[in-house]
């Protein structure tokens, strides 16, 4: 083991990213709440300001992906759309299969200039994750409680909110609506079986109702849909633990782009189109585990500077009080103060123990364990 590996894996390294993570998270959330005022006398700037707020947390998460694990992303996909990527507003489609998918998806947004505006349809729990969760609010995430009779009017009063963003966005939906694990596969393919429709092997059958009614409120503001399916080579299983501790993966993502306008526009229809989405991504999936490739070819997006620039900028500035306060912490020698101080920090590591476990498929929730009673 090198002494970069040896370091990356030391749990000092790990607190104090985790240290950096939270204080200038909290600290940017407190920045994001002071833009309260901007919002009532000029909305497009709060939304701008907000864009740039927020980057600042979610490219932490692609510096410790690209900088500090050397995870390599790769995009498959036509280079003559290539272009058109992060110039237009789009609807990324996502496999849900993997714990680190939302840090690929954050890593290829920062490679084409979205990061900041990046939107997605999220669960209504994750809005109270301290840092990431209560910046979504600034950012005007889209949450959903996974129940249709509430989601469909709450669902479709935000995303009437994103028709005039000021910023190019592209909006990620899970139309699985959950991750996958052998379990819900088991009693979705159950769901398909009855609805008479193919067995997918690789995906949950998709949740067509989200994405009927994100096409129906976005048309005109979105260009296309980004058809997405993300593997990793050598059957990798990446966590955010092994991120942390320097593990290098690799990530293989093929897009495809679809125009809006040849989605249908009607619900049965919409929901016939994104079933057939799935059978095709299901094909992709299997190709790449037969062969280790997908059909299109490959286009470089190296991993850019600007998450890394960020990330030391962060924690030059959190760092240096923790340090100027240790060393007064153990001048003083208040046997209080420093037990205080443990007890702060035993708290802190808690917390982020937690939000890590946010990430972790063993502890993901039971939706989609059982058939839900509408159908
Ligand atoms: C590569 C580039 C990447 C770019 C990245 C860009 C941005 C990144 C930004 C942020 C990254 C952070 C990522 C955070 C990730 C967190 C994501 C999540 O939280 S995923 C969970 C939330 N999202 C969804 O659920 C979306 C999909 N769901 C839907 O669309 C749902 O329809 C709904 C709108 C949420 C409503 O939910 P509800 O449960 O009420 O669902 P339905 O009404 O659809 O369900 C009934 C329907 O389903 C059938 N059914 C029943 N049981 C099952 C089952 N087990 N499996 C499948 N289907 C089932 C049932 O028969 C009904 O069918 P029908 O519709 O015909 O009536
Ligand atoms: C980045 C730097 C590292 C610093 C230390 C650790 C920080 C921890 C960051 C925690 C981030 C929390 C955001 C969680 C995003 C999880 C995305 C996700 O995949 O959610 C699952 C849902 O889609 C479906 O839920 P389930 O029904 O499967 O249940």
């Excluded at 153990?330 to 702060?344: H, K, M």
Aim: hydrophobic residues 40%; contains cysteine.
């Amino acid at each position: 083991m090198g002494l970069g590996e040896c370091l990356k894996s030391q749990v000092l390294c790990h607190v104090l990213i985790g240290y950096v993570f939270l204080a200038s998270g909290l600290l940017i959330n407190l920045l994001q709440l002071c833009t309260l005022p901007v919002w009532w006398l000029n909305k497009s700037l709060a939304r701008r300001i907000n864009c740039r707020l927020g980057y600042c947390i979610s490219s932490q998460s692609v510096a410790i992906l690209d900088w500090w694990s050397g995870t390599e992303c790769t995009l498959y996909t036509d280079p003559k759309m290539y272009p058109l990527y992060g110039n237009e507003n789009g609807i990324v489609v996502l496999n849900h299969q993997f714990e680190i998918d939302f840090m690929c998806g954050w890593s290829f947004c920062d490679r084409f200039g979205v990061l900041g505006s990046a939107k997605v349809l999220v669960k209504k729990e994750l809005a109270y994750v301290p840092v990431i969760g209560w910046m979504w609010y600034f950012l005007e995430i889209v949450f959903c409680k996974r129940k249709w009779e509430e989601d469909r009017i709450t669902v479709s009063q935000s995303l009437q909110k994103l028709r005039d963003y000021p910023e190019n966005f592209w909006f990620l939906l899970f139309c699985e609506g959950t991750r996958f694990t052998a379990k819900k596969h088991q009693i979705s393919m159950e769901v398909a079986e009855k609805k008479g429709l193919p067995k997918l092997k690789h995906h949950l059958l998709p949740r067509t109702k989200g994405f009927w009614l994100t096409i129906q409120n976005l048309r005109g503001t979105v260009a296309a849909v980004y058809d997405s399916t993300l593997n990793f080579r050598n059957n990798e299983s990446p966590s955010l633990s092994g991120i942390l501790s320097g593990k290098k993966y690799h990530a293989d993502l093929y897009v495809r782009r679809i125009p809006l306008e040849s989605i249908p526009e009607g619900e049965a229809e919409c929901a016939a189109w994104l079933h057939k989405l799935y059978q095709e991504k299901d094909g992709f999936q299997e190709q790449y585990i037969q062969t280790g490739r997908y059909p299109g070819p490959i286009v470089s997006t190296p991993r850019r500077l600007g998450p890394l620039i960020n990330w030391l900028c962060w924690s030059a500035l959190v760092l240096f009080p923790l340090g100027a306060f240790l060393v007064s912490l153990l001048s003083s020698g208040s046997t209080l103060t420093i037990l205080a101080s443990l007890a702060f920090c035993y708290g802190a590591s808690l917390l982020l123990r937690w939000m890590i476990g946010q990430t972790e498929i063993s502890r993901s929730s039971g939706y989609g364990n059982k058939v839900n009673s509408s159908s």
